[in-house]
């Protein structure tokens, strides 16, 4: 029932929606062409019988490397073995990961259809796939509920967040009318799996492969013309955060006058708002952007790209998202980069690395700039300790890894592709 009122609503909505849709689809360029394709009108050309792979935005979209070269690989030796070849088309739900995916891979590249039933039909009229495989968090009722009738839908790299879980509980019905339908669930970890299961997967059409984007984790290069020092970088940080951030570094000052700070917020529009508190805490800052001769107890990142890279002149890394009830962000970058780690208690989005890293010795929880300030100045002053520490934390990534070969291993014995 509560299928098909989604259904109902989807098509009530769209219809009231047409008009707006309808000019939007008519604009020229990029803009027009996307709105086109999200209400089902794709382009001539595209393959037909391929299998066809669905991200969200540019952060799926850049994971997805890993998988996609193994697949292309794949696809590459069956030609080579008069095999029937199997064909690749990606799908994608925002422009920026649009942009990201045909800037990387040579496959074909559209937006995925609005959620609705008429679009969703359009859609799979058109693509015409062998099969439909979604990757971590996109689960569209109507669209995938459409799909499952045509093709296989498999489900790749799945997870459910905290947040994710509290909401699909509400529509369990309606989940349960979806994931029952699926060929196949591969998730992440035990928790996705057990999640899953009870809002209505079938038990034995799941498996647990781990994050396929833990394998393209690999130490970076370092980044040029970066300031000469002794650094503590703090990543991701959010509103709230770079205050505690400050504060223990000026504790740490006192005891390690030579090092300095990287600070790099999550989002570059809080660039001028982060130098406030740098000045405001008494502390003296510039921007990356000024080059390596940025002076400064502090060097702002306004940046784009280049964290992971300066992780690997960090003595210490602090991971942002973690101090405020966000989930925590990437804690296994700067453990890659073989730097031990430092975050706060709120790690929901990234729970079984946050808890594994620790168990490893390669990571601290910290719940204020005190707790902060105590180990950071540890880790500064046993650098031999703190490189152990770091080896341990890379160590740990790189026994998590291997999910992409455990993935394609799925979608072969499946038949998918």
Known sequence: M??????????????????????????????GASMRERMGFLPPGLPQGAVWIHAASVGEVTALGPLLRA?????????????????????VMTLAGRRR????????????????????????????????VVVE???????????????????????????SWRAYRVVAPLMRSVLA????????????????????????RVVVTGNIKVDGLAPPPPPRGFP????????????????????AFRAVRRRHPDVRLCLAPRHLSRTREVERLVRAAGLTGTRRAQGPTASGNVLVL?????????????????????LVPVGGHNVLEPAIAGVPVLFGPFT??????????????????????RAMAERLALLLGRPGAARAAGARARRYVRSRQGATRRAVAFLVRGGWI
């Open 2 to 31: 509560m299928r098909t009122g989604y259904g109902a609503l989807g098509v009530a909505a769209y219809a009231i929606a047409w008009p707006v849709l309808r000019l939007m689809s008519l604009r020229s360029g990029e803009a």
């Open 71 to 91: 697949l292309a690989a794949r696809s590459r030796a069956a030609g080579r073995r008069a095999a029937r070849r199997t064909r690749f088309a990606l799908s």
């Open 101 to 132: 995916a045909k800037a990387l891979y040579r496959f074909p590249v559209v937006q995925a259809p609005l959620d609705a039933p008429g679009p969703a039909r359009r859609w799979l009229d058109r693509a015409a796939p062998k099969a439909l």
């Open 137 to 163: 968090t996109e689960l569209w009722p109507a669209w995938l509920g459409v799909a499952a009738g045509r093709c296989p839908v498999v489900w790749l790299n799945g997870r459910i967040s905290d947040r």
């Open 181 to 204: 339908r699926f060929a196949g669930l591969a998730v992440i970890s035990r928790l996705d799996a057990r999640r899953i299961v009870r809002l209505g997967a079938r038990p034995d």
């Open 228 to 247: 000469r020092g002794r650094w503590i970088v703090a990543g991701s940080t959010r509103p709230g955060e770079e205050r505690v951030v400050l504060e």
């Open 302 to 322: 306004d940046t784009i790209g280049e964290l992971a890279s300066v992780y690997r002149l960090a003595e210490a890394a602090f991971v942002g998202g973690t």
């Open 348 to 369: 929901a989005n990234v729970r079984e690395y946050a808890d594994g890293l620790v168990r490893a010795g390669g990571a601290w929880r910290v719940k204020g700039s």
